[in-house]
């Protein structure tokens, strides 16, 4: 399938959004009226990835269209500086205009990061980033995390405040920049919500009182799966125990809240579009960098290979995009790349045609019903790399780590993932296959080597893990304008 003519594009990115968190993907209590007016009048992928679940190496990933491991963005620490040309580099190149407002977790706004004008920019903090996400060997405890689930509720935080900013400037830039081109532009709003902090806005974190809200599945300590790796990063993000169910429900009180709000500046977005007149010639695109555990199988936040996790929401809608169309084929989060280029008419190089994404346009219409997709994960938690490939309707997980062992999943009759097959004898063929499946898309071995090596360079630059350790973690990075709030 193929796009009709080129036009504007308006991508819409979020930060921690998990996919299962959707009206329109059939959750019971998530209020999203916007998306799901999206998702009927274009096409929901879903069963959508990304390709790193952690913010930097899913957004270098996202602008380039190349795998973690090919541009080695192993971490929160490793940002994207331009150096890598993307998408918005693409379109730029052919006088199309790429802007950006809001969050992009690169270097610093000085690079050349394909993106004129970037507007209230969100980078890593001092262009180094959270050095403490990257010790692994011993691993440390990140007390801030647990801190802001029992901080979560009602009100307004620096992101709430920074996601309304991120709206006003991009309805403002709709309004007054768009109306002014004749090539087609991309605008790429990127926004924080739902990520920690879990404050919701009072108004939106009232539509979910706790009575409504559901305990997340096998959460006990007697019901989680007890996996090496998992164990690992329940460490790494201090919570081995369990919330008591009152600080639960309240957590995912806020997190659906900022869901809701997230979606309520997207309808904002979207009426700009109608009253400008532009509805008609911009497609919409809608996906986040990651997802977000949510407590399921006692997991929080993200860098683990749950679906919970490393799922992620995408829509696409416009010209030449089927209408109330849904697509199960896997999709990711490289396949953005070629989608942005046809979308808006831009040639491709003849080194973007060998790019591992496929356009969302063609699996609009069908294609590549049997591909696999990969992801990875190279900190927070992971002792040693972590690689996820779903195949045919499978998931594996390779653990790097000694002596873990592997995870399968089917993903058609056990979508919530609580049937690990792997250690299952009848189940010996498939594993082996999902391995040989690793293995075309990457050497494992040679890659977690050469994270591991590239980490303990940049440790030793910022001082040593001793004094890394002893800083604290941050659990966020700062909005604009925020001083940083490490906690030992």
Known sequence: ?????????????????????????????????????????????????????????????????????????????????????????????????????????????????GFDPELVPMHIMDGVGMLFTICRDPMPVSRKFADLVHKAGGGDSTYTDYDRDITERSVRWIREEATREDAPWALFVSLVCPHPPWLAPEAFYSLYPLEDIDLPVAYGQDERPRHPG???????????????????????????????????????????????????????????????????????????????????????????????HAVDTPAQLLDVFPTILEATGTAPKDEDRVLPGTSLFDLAGGARPERVVFSEQHSGGARSAVFMVRRNGHKYVRYMQDGYPPQLFDLES????????????????????????????????????????DQLERIERGGGQEAIVAQGSLGYTPAPGEAPQYMP
């Open 1 to 113: 399938m193929s796009a009709a003519e080129p036009q504007n594009l308006l991508f819409i990115f979020s930060d921690q959004h998990t996919r299962r968190a959707l009206g329109c993907m059939g959750h019971p209590v998530v209020k999203t009226p916007h998306l799901d007016a999206l998702a009927e009048r274009g096409t929901l992928f879903r069963n959508s990835y990304c390709n790193g679940p952690i913010c930097v190496p899913s957004r270098a990933s996202l602008a380039t269209g190349r795998h973690v491991f090919d541009i080695e963005k192993w971490d929160n620490c490793k940002p994207y500086f331009g150096e890598e040309p993307s998408w918005g580099h693409r379109l730029m190149d052919q006088g199309r205009r790429a802007a950006s407002i809001g969050k992009l977790h690169y270097r610093d706004a000085g690079d050349p990061n």
């Open 414 to 453: 056990d979508p919530l993932e609580l049937s690990d097959l792997a250690g299952d004898p009848a189940h010996a063929d498939l594993v082996a296959d999902c391995e040989a499946a690793l293995r075309e898309v990457l050497d494992p071995e040679a890659t977690d080597a050469k994270a591991k090596d």
């Open 230 to 324: 998992l164990e690992d990063y329940r460490a790494f993000f201090d919570i081995e125990g369990e919330f008591d169910e009152t600080t639960l429900r309240r957590v995912i009180a806020a997190y659906y809240g900022m869901v809701s709000y997230l979606d309520d500046n997207i309808g904002k977005l979207v009426a700009a579009l109608e009253e400008t007149g532009l509805a008609a010639k911009t497609r919409i695109l809608y996906t986040s960098d990651h997802g977000e555990s949510m407590g399921q199988k006692g997991m929080m936040s993200k860098c683990n290979m749950y679906d919970e996790s490393v799922g992620v929401p995408m829509i696409l809608a416009g010209e030449g995009v089927p209408r109330g």
